[in-house]
């Protein structure tokens, strides 16, 4: 299955070396282990190839996308090629799956926009 872009986040401008400011949001952001194991591979994976403080700033992106959903959950639209559930952002280079309900935003997965997404790759 191919996802085409829904919903592009673009993080504001930001100053180097500056962190990001957070979004507010109500729900508690939750990280299913397979997307914390994303994480951790496109950290390592950016610190290696453009230094450790642009995998920072890659992550604050794709963190920052998370409290987006988080705090408007409707913005985002839901993905019924994937669940019915699953609300889709695409971050830079990668799509985010995510879900949320009255008090959880939950990152399910974090893969390259070029990763056949199936099933599978989901752990739907």
């Known amino acids: 299955m191919v996802l085409r872009p829904i919903w592009t986040w673009k993080p504001s401008n930001r100053k180097h070396g500056r962190r990001p ?24 994976f950016s ?16 963190n920052l996308a998370v ?3 988080a705090a408007n959950p409707e913005q985002f639209p839901l993905s019924s090629e994937i669940g019915p559930t699953v609300r889709i ?4 280079s990668h799509i985010l799956l995510t879900r949320t ?24």
Do not use: F
């Open 47 to 62: 610190a290696e190839k453009w230094g450790e403080a642009k995998a920072d700033e890659y992550l604050d992106d794709i």
């Open 101 to 124: 309900d009255d008090d959880t935003a939950t990152l399910i997965r974090v893969l390259h926009q070029r990763m056949q997404i199936t099933s599978e790759t989901t752990d739907l």
């Open 89 to 92: 952002v695409v971050c830079n």
């Open 21 to 44: 400011a957070s979004v507010n949001h109500k729900r508690r952001i939750i990280r299913l282990p397979k997307a914390e194991e994303d994480l951790i591979n496109i950290w390592q």
């Open 67 to 69: 409290m987006a959903v």
